[in-house]
């Protein structure tokens, strides 16, 4: 996946926000460990996904999509994606963690696709009921690299749930801010004046709650079983769950695997 790198202009097509209404497992103790999510991308196989979207301006459903997404795992990480609604097929190596890397640079990637990636980048050792971790897009590393953009970054915040024998269930938090580094400074001035624009640096990039849901993965199967999430377009600067549920202005998104 390539990094997010915008143009200050672009915060106000800022995504956001998760929930989800699957019914709850059977938790273990307290502190039990529990087995780590973890895609397998060597196996031949065919994944079917069920897409539904809502979009909602002043309070109105104005968008709806229904589709499906298909996998088709190639071995070696390498996966078809495929929008039932759409004419294209893309291209990606997945790694374990399911982060899609295009196999054609530049190519078409649906923000849809970043559900899939459940794990940061150096994996997670050992999890247990309470665990926490956090996945950055892009990278720091990534970051770093592009130093001269001014780039938005997502953090996506798991916590452990519940587990059983088959599947794991997380809460995901979404978080978003501007990186705060020499081009975002001449950005903000160069839109709201010198005093306009420090004012602006200091709030947007500090992390902003954007998106809030959970994740099933099968750790028996090892692929994501359903996500769902609510997000907003411009999340405030002191937003919580609450809000983020009931803004006027959110987007609804469910993805779950058909049997």
């Given at each position: 996946m390539k990094p997010y790198v915008f143009k200050v202009s672009a915060i106000v097509l800022l995504l956001g926000a998760l929930?989800?209404?699957q019914k709850d497992n059977d938790p273990p103790a307290p502190g039990a460990a529990v087995t780590v999510p973890k895609w397998d991308v060597q196996t031949t196989r065919n994944l079917l996904y069920e897409v539904e979207f809502k979009g909602y301006t002043k309070g109105e459903l104005a968008q709806t999509r229904t589709t499906t997404l298909e996998l088709f795992f190639k071995g070696a990480g390498r996966v078809t994606v495929v929008f039932g609604d759409a004419a294209t097929k893309q291209e990606f190596i997945m790694d374990s963690t399911g982060l899609l890397s295009p196999v054609v640079p530049g190519q078409p990637y649906s923000p849809i696709l970043d559900l899939f990636t459940v794990l940061p980048a150096d994996g997670v050792a050992a999890a247990a009921v309470g665990s926490h971790w956090d996945v950055l897009a892009p990278s720091e590393k990534q970051v770093a690299?592009?130093?001269d953009a001014c780039i938005?970054?997502?953090?996506?915040?798991?916590?452990?749930?519940?587990?059983?024998?088959?599947?794991i269930k997380m809460q995901h938090d979404g978080y978003l801010r501007v990186v705060d580094n020499k081009a975002a400074a001449t950005n903000f001035e160069t839109m709201f004046g010198t005093a306009g624009g420090a004012l602006a640096r200091q709030a947007w990039t500090q992390w902003r709650l954007f998106q809030t849901?959970?994740?099933?993965?099968?750790?028996?199967?090892?692929?994501?079983?359903?996500a769902s999430y609510v997000a907003v377009i411009l999340p405030g600067a002191n937003m919580d769950d609450a809000a983020l549920r009931a803004s006027p202005e959110r987007e609804e998104l469910t993805i779950r695997r058909r049997p």
């Open positions: 929930w989800a209404c690299a592009n130093a938005i970054q997502s953090r996506r915040t798991f916590k452990v749930l519940s587990a059983d024998a088959n599947s849901g959970e994740t099933v993965f099968s750790t028996s199967d090892n692929n994501l079983k359903l």
